[in-house]
């Protein structure tokens, strides 16, 4: 059953065609890889997505729900959630604050129950404090929550950002270059921790990449894209021996290698 | 180059800046202002104390600043630093001396000259403002070598020294009061100022404690920490029930002139704690927040006023009205500014608070609200029999005020809406994208703040018991801010600390009134240099591994939280 499914989803910018009558099926609970040279419209799909844009036309259906025209927290509450290709954390915020705050749509207390602090508020919080415990272990950094974002290394805030977005108890986690700027070993660590992601959470994984090891050690289905439109789709291997995606990568001498 | 000479040259630099400093502050007529006012006894006037601070400052750069690590070229640099910046000074008074600088600054008269060549002919003043510039360069440079702890210890006890000296008007009348108090008062103050045997006991206290604290300080913390749980938390509440015993008999220690400013600064910490959820908490950089203080306070005189008779409520009926007034707007000022952020939200808000100010002053409402004439007869606050008229008994209201909306900031900081708001400050977008609703969340920073700003409002207006439109003008804003950020943005201690100073000093410090822009102004880009967290900034909460601590300090003071970390 497809979780995600975009019917000829369009953005235009000015005359830039960005995303391009993109047709695109995401299966429950796999790991899908969009791939593509700069450009190719693939974080304009993810802004599409998280509502931070809106398509000009076609449609983006979550769980057979319309996502067009939603604001980007309310298609958080129904559970798709996003990394940054740059890492976009609460520099000033602790990473146990970061997690917190990602827990925000879950928690209810309001104005005059924090204010008295009624039990309810308080219960709430000490639940919310152990599940942001429990996040952080998970992603590996536990005792480092009193820490400020900011002072962390770039590998825990790769994995911090994965944390805060686990912590909006996503369905669907889109991951833009979640490998970035890490060497091979970092690397290995970020798709076996992708993989647990998905085997020991159910949740389904959606992932911009540009590390073709990444791409074809990790991903059941791989998406090409090429100046906003979809060139390929299918299983790794398919795609590795696709003249048109070699082509997008190799033919147009964009020396990506 | 030779070394030798890049090093004189940078000695000589630095020099020259702070020369320039020092002729500016003379030109000013900041010095001899402060020429009126002696720390020392009819020794040295908080003029000359200025001008040695300017002069020590820099030679301290100028030794920490040389290249190389040679003690003596250190001290060299710090004497070139000090005899550049007298010999600045000495050309001033040379060309003033030939020239007429009357005619663009009023203020170089041929007393100013008499004073920067300490009362001398001109040769012996050179010689002596050389002299002193010499060796003040020496002890700059000695100070810089000595070890960290004797550097504390002496810049604690010169600044006490300083601070006791400058506000002895407040002190010695305070002290007088105090039966033992009274006997030492006598011996440290003279009529104009600390006495030479009196500043040097004080001296040697405060270096003693200084150096005491220094050394032992730790080992009594530890020690501190090593006593039992429960023992700890009773010294904990006895330190609290005796702050709260001291602010309870604040005012009648400090008598009434003094209740007077501490009320004032009561007034800011309120609209400080506002701005500091709007401003420090939320990012929102709301440059009108004045309004809410003008909506507070003629909503108080509409009400309650017979002058207008239209409702002759009391206070407190009128109080709760004020306050819902106030947060109403806020939600309505917030409303068109909702997609705005940084420079543009500034402007605009900036824009509302004007608007408010116009209206109050403008003809339409001058019926119901007094036009440019205001509106008076505003009755004081009363409970049962005990009406709170003299600023003595409206500290009291005000203290309850600053409790309760320093309580309220400290339970949202570490909420759910706290973090929400500090989200919203970081990156707006991922705050969004985190499930974090931008308008609501919005929202309710700009009511919180208006609330908290109109309660001030509303209490200014009974305080004064008459209300015009010019008490609103947007340097109100302006202070508010400058306050958080003095004090440390999103910082609850942090904002009472600003509006300490700079709120509660300028009105104790006479001579500042004049120079009160200006110092704000070199207080703020010094503390964007050199302190850019603000005086006391906002503690990093710790919520992981230690889980927070039973809730003893909700005894409702402010600062409770980040003390008991």
């Known amino acids: ?257 | 180059m030779s070394p030798g000479l890049g090093l004189w040259q940078n000695g000589m630099k630095i020099g020259l800046i702070a020369g320039g400093v020092a002729v500016l502050l003379s030109l000013i007529g900041m010095v001899e202002a402060f020429s009126q006012r002696f720390i020392i006894a009819d020794g040295i006037t908080l003029g000359q104390t200025l001008l040695l601070l300017v002069s020590l400052f820099a030679s301290y750069q100028a030794a920490k600043k040389t290249p190389g690590l040679g003690a003596f070229a250190r001290l060299l640099n710090g004497v070139v630093a000090g005899l550049t910046i007298a010999g600045v000074l000495g050309v001033f008074i040379f060309l003033g001396g030939h020239l007429n600088l009357r005619k663009i600054f009023i203020n170089a008269s041929p007393l100013l000259y008499k004073l920067l060549a300490f009362d001398q002919e001109f040769g012996t003043g050179i010689l002596l403002l050389l002299g002193v510039g010499a060796l003040g360069g020496l002890l700059a440079g000695l100070f810089f070598l000595a070890s960290p702890h004797l550097r504390k210890t002496l810049s604690a006890a010169c600044g006490s020294l300083v601070a006791m000296g400058v506000l002895q008007d407040l002190l010695a009348p305070t002290f007088a009061l105090w039966g033992p108090l009274a006997v030492i008062n006598d011996w440290i103050y003279e009529v104009n100022g600390l006495s030479p045997g009196g500043g040097l006991f004080l001296f040697a206290l405060i270096g003693g404690v200084t150096h005491f604290w220094g050394k032992k300080g730790a080992a009594i913390q530890t020690g501190f920490r090593r006593i039992s749980p429960a023992k700890q938390k009773t010294l904990r509440l006895t330190g609290w029930l005796f702050v709260v015993f001291l602010l309870l008999v604040l005012p009648q220690i400090l008598g009434l002139f003094l209740s007077e400013v501490l009320t004032i600064v009561g007034l800011y910490v309120l609209l400080g704690l506002g701005l500091n959820i709007v401003v420090g908490y939320a990012g929102l950089l709301d440059l009108g927040y004045v309004a809410f203080f003008a909506i507070g306070s003629y909503t108080i005189a509409l009400l309650t006023s017979p002058e207008l008779g239209f409702f002759n409520l009391s206070f407190w009926t009128a109080l709760p009205f004020a306050i819902l007034l106030g947060v109403l707007f806020g939600v309505l000022l917030g409303i068109p500014v909702l997609k705005m952020r940084g420079d543009y939200l500034a402007i605009a808000t900036l824009g509302f608070g004007e608007i408010i100010r116009i209206l109050v002053l403008s003809d339409f409402l001058r019926p119901w609200l007094g036009g440019a004439q205001g509106v008076g007869k505003i009755p004081k606050i009363s409970i049962g029999a005990v009406e709170f008229g003299t600023p003595q008994e409206i500290y009291y209201i005000i203290l309850v005020g600053c409790l309760v909306v320093g309580f309220i900031s400290w339970r949202l900081r570490d909420s759910r809406l706290g973090r929400a708001w500090m989200a919203l400050r970081e990156d707006e977008d991922v705050a969004q994208a985190m499930g974090i609703n931008l308008v609501s969340t919005k929202l309710l920073a700009f009511a919180t703040g208006a609330g908290f700003s109109a309660l001030s409002g509303a209490i200014f207006a009974t305080k004064l018991g008459s209300v015009y439109p010019h008490s609103f003008n947007v340097m109100i804003s302006i202070n508010i801010l400058c306050v958080i950020i003095v004090g440390g943005m999103g910082s609850i201690p942090g904002v009472i600390l600003g509006a300490v100073a700079l709120v509660g000093l300028p009105e104790l410090l006479r001579e500042f009134a004049e120079y009160r822009l200006l110092v704000y102004g070199a207080v703020l880009v010094a503390m964007m240099l050199l302190r850019p967290e603000g005086l006391w900034p906002e503690a990093v909460r710790r919520r992981e591994l230690h889980e927070e601590e039973p809730e003893e300090t909700e005894a409702g003071l402010a600062s409770g939280p980040d003390r008991s970390r």
């Open chain 1, 1 to 257: 059953m497809a979780i995600l499914i975009a019917r000829g989803a369009t953005k235009q910018f000015g005359g830039l065609t960005a995303v391009d009558d993109l047709d695109l099926e995401i299966k429950e609970q796999s790991i899908h890889s969009v791939i593509g040279p700069n450009g190719a419209g693939k974080t304009t799909f993810f802004n599409c997505v998280t509502g931070f844009y809106k398509v000009e036309a076609g449609e983006i259906l979550f769980q057979g729900r319309s996502v067009v025209g939603l604001l980007p927290d309310q298609i958080v509450q129904l559970g798709v959630t996003r990394t940054y290709q740059n890492i976009r954390l609460f520099p000033n915020l602790t990473v146990m604050e970061n997690i917190l705050v990602g827990l925000h749509g879950h928690l209810k207390s309001g104005f005059f129950g924090i204010v008295l602090s009624a039990p309810a508020t308080r219960k709430e919080e000490l639940a919310a404090g152990e599940e942001a415990r429990r996040i952080l272990k998970f992603v590996n950094l536990g005792g480092k929550g009193d820490l400020l974002a900011k002072n962390l290394p770039y590998g825990d805030q790769r994995r911090l950002e994965i944390g805060r977005a686990l912590a909006t108890r996503p369905k669907l986690l889109l991951l833009d270059e979640p490998t970035a700027g890490m060497n091979p070993r970092e690397t290995q660590g970020m798709m076996d921790f992708i993989r647990r992601l998905r085997d020991e959470m159910g949740i389904t994984i959606l992932l911009i990449e540009h590390q073709m090891r990444v791409v074809m050690g990790i991903s059941e289905t791989v998406t090409v894209l090429d100046y906003g439109k979809k060139i390929a789709e299918g299983t790794p291997a398919e795609i590795r021996s696709d003249p048109g995606v070699i082509e997008a990568y190799l033919g147009r001498g964009s020396a990506a290698h």
